[in-house]
T-cell receptor, first 112, second 112 residues
């Protein structure tokens, strides 16, 4: 079992560009959540996908959007990147909505 | 926004000593989970304690939960250099759809 896999591991983008991050959940998991972790802070919830729909959303602007595919994998898209979007983006998967979450290794996004 | 606070923010101990980290939260919860993070990478799930449980053990880990005080503690016994990491508590409220709300974390350094 490969666990939760995220790609890419590192990414450098220029302010104003758009970025897509990808996540494959752990086998048997159908729920994917995304978190943003700024340096020295705890992760903050961005949104959660279940049955290909956004079920919950945290306090993030509409520039942050996502998608879940029929195979349960997910993408996080961020438009019009700002310097403040530089962070570690973590994907977590779980079996249904309210069970233990398993995290991927994250994507380190740097906006210059 | 973060759920609450973790105390201490940083902890430095010698190998073989015990390490205790505390977590406080603000709202009602269904469960509380502890995670470990090495060098800003992915989060590793350590233990989950439900709101109707008071204490839980897993190997060298002992977690307590006091819902009346809205607080939890994580005790790592006989610490090892490999325990050096950041530790986060995260709360889950099923009424909020199961998203994890993290604290700021405790940075633990175990010196050999």
């Amino acid at each position: 079992d490969a666990g939760v896999t995220q790609s890419p591991t590192h990414l450098i983008k220029t302010r104003g560009q758009q970025v897509t991050l990808r996540c494959s959940p752990k086998s048997g998991h159908d729920t994917v959540s995304w978190y943003q972790q700024a340096l020295g802070q705890g992760p903050q919830f961005i949104f959660q996908y279940y049955e290909e729909e956004e079920r919950q959303r945290g306090n993030f602007p509409d520039r942050f959007s996502g998608h879940q595919f029929p195979n349960y994998s997910s993408e996080l898209n961020v438009n019009a990147l700002l310097l403040g979007d530089s962070a570690l983006y973590l994907c977590a998967s779980s079996q249904t909505l309210n069970t233990e979450a398993f995290f991927g290794q994250g994507t380190r996004l740097t906006v210059v | 926004s973060q759920q609450g606070e973790e105390d201490p923010q940083a902890l430095s101990i010698q190998e073989g000593e015990n390490a205790t980290m505390n977590c406080s939260y603000k709202t009602s919860i269904n469960n509380l989970q502890w995670y470990r993070q090495n060098s800003g990478r992915g989060l590793v799930h350590l233990i989950l304690i439900r709101s109707n449980e008071r204490e839980k053990h897993s190997g060298r880990l002992r977690v307590t939960l006091d819902t009346s005080k809205k607080s939890s503690s994580l005790l790592i016994t006989a610490s090892r250099a490999a325990d050096t990491a950041s530790y986060f508590c995260a709360t889950v409220d099923y009424n909020q759809g199961g998203k994890l709300i993290f604290g700021q974390g405790t940075e633990l350094s175990v010196k050999p």
